[in-house]
């Protein structure tokens, strides 16, 4: 049965116990709302790891005024049982006043990647997301990490913070999963309607079209989101936050598509702000 805890006390003990038994932790920080996006990544830490520990946490300090903190679906019952039947030993679901006890005032941020892609739309966000990961590998101290390539910006960040700041902490991405359309699973996607659901296909078709035309012998960047852009645009009620191309470590833009390139894109339909991506 997986054990649901609230403070990093209790963290702390049961990652002691697991470690006097020679055992290694793998650990899944998530904001909760399970998909099987989500499970994926339970599901390779339970397979690498003697433990899993998982995270639910919606972090305010990593949303801006106006942003979704509080409409941010919340449902810990099914959310327990999900990652109950995937194996998860541990679930810790602190409060806020855990996490950030009055006081408060230290943060961990960096300058290059943050400033890329969402970090220009979402000022503030990566320091949140950095902070709140770092002060989590501390409590739990896991050997294994694990993330979604949806968020591969924030993979690429977090596996920055791990090796700059010495964290002992092996920080890998695993692919990500998408419903039988090709969307991407997000928790955001209940924000949608039944026909921004549909319409929410297009940025997985902006990224399909965009991998055929590499495939294709095209090469120039500016043609390729050229071609994404004129395709989501055909989407009535989409708008695009932006669509780039560019080297997959340093995130800094390309002319031309060579070697290994991502190509990533955030979309506002509704509510909603969707983001996807591709490396080709
Ligand atoms: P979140 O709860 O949205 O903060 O996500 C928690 C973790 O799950 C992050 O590492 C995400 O990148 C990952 N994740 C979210 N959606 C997907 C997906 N569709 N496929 C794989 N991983 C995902």
Do not use: W
Request: proline fraction near 4%.
């Amino acid at each position: 049965m997986t054990r649901l805890v609230e403070t990093a006390v209790e963290v702390r003990e049961f990652v002691a116990a697991c470690r006097k038994r020679g055992g290694s932790i793998g650990f899944v920080p998530t904001m909760g709302a399970f998909h099987e996006g989500h499970l994926s990544l339970m599901r390779q830490a339970a397979r690498q790891n003697d433990a899993v520990v998982v995270s639910i946490f919606v972090n305010p300090i990593q949303f801006a005024a106006g942003e979704d903190y509080d409409r941010y679906p919340r449902r810990l019952e099914k959310d327990t049982r999900m990652a109950d039947s995937e194996g998860v030993d541990l679930i810790f679901f602190p409060s806020v006043a855990e996490m950030y006890p009055k006081g408060f005032d230290s943060y961990v941020d960096q300058t290059d990647l943050p400033s890329k892609l969402c970090g220009s739309f979402r000022p503030g966000h990566f320091r949140g997301v950095m902070t709140i990961v770092t002060k989590l590998f501390n409590i739990v101290k896991p050997d294994t990490a694990y993330f979604g390539q949806k968020d591969y910006q924030q993979y690429l960040i977090l596996r920055r913070t791990a090796v700059d700041l010495n964290l002992d902490v092996d920080v890998r991405v695993l692919p990500t999963v998408r419903e039988e359309d090709g969307l991407a699973m997000s928790s955001r996607n209940f924000y949608l309607g039944p026909k921004q659901r549909k319409d929410a296909t297009c940025l997985h078709e902006a990224l399909e079209c965009a991998a055929k035309l590499v495939d294709g012998g095209e090469n120039s960047a500016a043609r390729v989101a050229a071609e994404m852009r004129r395709l989501i645009r055909k989407v009535k009620g989409t708008r695009v936050e932006y669509i780039e191309i560019v080297n997959s470590e340093t995130l800094e833009p390309v002319k031309e598509v060579k070697g290994r390139t991502l190509i990533a894109l955030a979309v506002r339909i509704g509510k909603a702000r969707l983001i996807d991506n591709l490396i080709v």
